[in-house]
């Protein structure tokens, strides 16, 4: 995790530094620092414990003035958030500092020997090794700062994205990247880079995206010249990003997450443009139709994604198995990487990632890669490193999810999945016209139901205040909407610090039935389904046991409407897409529980959007 960023031009670096630096708070914010080279060519570097505004508020009255600067705002991995711990790291001498988001497997091995040469450390981060590292290569042979980085990545094991400035130079930047993402945003004269290609959309839309391997020399004024490790020239592609500024500002609402739940029924109409025609209800996915034979021929499809991704994987399973008829399996991408997992020719791999950065995901494309799986991506970062490794995908287009806890990206992702059901259902001939029809035109109506729900959950502030108290929520759904149960309590656990645990409402009585009482409020997904009589008496069980009820139901559902403590009411949709509104109470049930206990719930503590470490 972990955000950086980098200027070199004729502009002043801090300021844009410090801009791009808050818009990636969502990959860390517990230290941040930069590093600047100054009019007299040393190197001024100042870092902090704490958030960018910390760092802001650090800097105010230093002299800062410099036309070339890194940055980087952290989640710690190796080493507790303080003061030393921040990078940037300067090398034993103060030649050189760098910024690094990853982790370097081998740093004992590599500080030990340094230490050996008589390096002492500052800090107990691993990046203050590897800068350590490209010094004493740079000294020991003499050679230039470009040279000396790609001797010592040769050296390391594991995941980096680093830029490197040195004293006395003050017009270039050695940056490079293995497994962590590196955008180099090229202007007239200048550059920039940064973890994510949004952070600095003020100032270019004109992207180069490293690859892995890839060290790339920056420097004001003259052509970007991309190498591999072996010095060997790269092709230096040139990607044009469209996004707007407004999409990265918070427009008016206290928070990012609460605008980015606001935003669903917009971001729904993102989603399936130009995929589902409103007169003929055809789905086009061009990923799925220009690999026909893959998914036609395909004895398994296999699901891997982390965290909400996962949850949204689950529904896709439902999906895929009732309208294609294809077994489905969804993993754990963390757990699938590691055991050996059997993968067949005619397995369809799916990943499923909103950032396109979850290492743990990244690593389990490249394993189904390496068994010759088709891999198809479903990601919303454009340009995003697992987007770039599958063969094909589909982009949910939800536009920049800054939240930590993530909202609009699941609704995407269950959308999509919905039209690849559609799509690869009709080319098997597995799912009926009518239906076909049917779930088309429920996609192409979920603005509206989306904006429904939205307003179905007005009271949901006022009603959110009662349940502070509690300590442990239990969620419960059945079918399409167990996978929205899981997906609801980790919206409470993440941001409101509030226990909560989902569950397939019929498992209540195989043991947590136990936990019930007057304490634990549990909350059930109970729309008008064809589970809908058996969760009910789910609910039954509950009550009788003096457990307090928070039911969402279908409009007009009168029984519950006696029977459970607290309704909040959904308008209904095809029962496939019934997660995608279902879920818009659970995230404002989460937001507003954790906003009244005071949480900040654009960033949760521990916490970090995008996971690039394992
Ligand atoms: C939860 C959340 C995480 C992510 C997970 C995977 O709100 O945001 O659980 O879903 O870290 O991230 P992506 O989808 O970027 O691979």
């Not at 914010?29 to 650090?58: H, N, P, T």
């Not at 982790?103 to 990046?127: M, P, Q």
């Not at 044009?240 to 928070?255: F, M, R, T, V």
Request: charged content about 25%; hydrophobic content about 40%.
């Amino acid at each position: 995790m972990c955000g950086i960023v980098g200027y070199v031009g004729h502009r002043q670096a801090c300021p844009i530094i410090i801009k791009g630096l808050h818009r990636l708070e969502y990959r860390g914010y517990d230290s941040a620092g930069v590093a600047i080279v100054d009019q007299s060519g040393e190197i001024g570097l100042y870092k902090c414990k704490g958030k960018v505004s910390d760092l802001e508020r650090f800097l105010d009255g230093k002299a800062t003035e410099s036309t070339i600067g890194i940055g980087h705002t952290r989640w710690a991995t190796h080493g507790a958030p303080n003061d030393a711990n921040a990078h940037p790291h300067f090398s034993s001498s103060g030649r050189l500092a760098l910024i690094h988001n990853g982790i370097i497997e081998n740093f004992r091995v590599l500080k030990d020997a340094l230490k050996s040469h008589g390096y002492e450390f500052r800090s107990s981060t691993d990046s203050e090794v590897l800068v350590n590292l490209i010094e004493y290569i740079q000294d020991t042979n003499g050679c230039s700062l470009e040279e000396a980085v790609r001797m010592a990545l040769r050296q390391v094991v594991g995941a980096y994205a680093i830029a490197v400035i040195e004293r006395g130079v003050s017009d270039r930047i050695i940056a490079a990247r293995e497994s962590s993402p590196m955008a180099i945003g090229i202007g007239e004269g200048e550059y920039f880079l940064s973890s994510d290609a949004s952070s600095i959309i003020d100032y270019t839309h004109n992207f180069v995206y490293l690859n892995d391997g890839e060290v790339a020399v920056i420097e004001k004024g003259k052509p970007l010249q991309i190498k591999n490790l072996s010095g060997e020239m790269s092709h230096v592609d040139i990607q044009k990003l469209e996004l707007s500024i407004s999409q990265l500002e918070k427009g008016g609402y206290p928070h990012f997450m609460l605008k980015e739940i606001h935003e669903q029924p917009d971001t729904i109409v993102d989603c399936i443009r130009g995929r589902v025609n409103p007169d003929t209800k055809e789905v086009i996915l061009s990923g799925v139709l220009d690999n026909q034979d893959k998914f036609l021929k395909a004895g398994r499809i296999i699901f891997v994604a982390c965290g909400t991704s996962w949850h949204a994987s689950l529904i896709g399973e439902h999906l895929i198995e009732n309208l294609c008829r294809i077994p489905v399996e969804v993993e754990y991408a963390s757990e699938f990487r590691y055991r050996n997992p059997i993968i067949r020719k005619d397995d369809v791999v799916i990943a499923v990632s909103q950032s396109g950065e979850t290492a743990d995901t990244l690593a389990a494309v490249e394993i189904a890669r390496r068994e010759g799986a088709f891999v198809y991506g479903i990601c919303n970062v454009i340009g995003s490193s697992i987007a770039r490794a599958t063969a094909s995908g589909t982009y949910i287009h939800v536009g920049p999810e800054i939240g930590v806890a993530s909202t609009k990206a699941f609704t995407g992702q269950v959308t999509v999945m919905a039209m690849l059901a559609l799509v690869i259902g009709k080319l098997r001939g597995t799912i009926e016209e009518e239906k076909y029809h049917k779930v088309a035109q429920a996609l192409l109506d979920l603005p509206d139901t989306l904006r429904k729900a939205l307003d179905c959950s007005k009271n949901l502030e006022n009603f959110a205040k009662i349940f502070t108290y509690a300590h442990n929520f239990i969620y419960l759904g059945r079918g399409y909407n167990y996978p929205t149960a899981l997906e609801g309590a980790l919206k409470l656990k993440e941001i409101s610090y509030i226990h909560a645990e989902g569950l397939p409402a019929a498992e209540m009585k195989h043991g947590p039935i136990a936990l019930i009482d007057a304490e634990m409020p549990t909350v059930v997904i109970a729309t008008l389904d064809r589970t809908y009589e058996k969760t009910v008496s789910n609910i039954e069980e509950i009550k009788a046991r003096g457990g307090k009820i928070i039911a969402v139901i279908s409009q007009g559902d009168t029984q519950l409407r006696k029977r459970a403590d607290y309704c909040i009411e959904v308008p209904s949709t095809e029962e496939c897409l019934m997660p995608i509104v279902s879920i818009i109470p659970l995230q404002l049930l989460a937001y507003y529980v954790a906003t009244c206990k005071g949480r900040n719930v654009d960033q949760p503590r521990n916490l970090a959007k995008s996971v690039t470490v394992e």
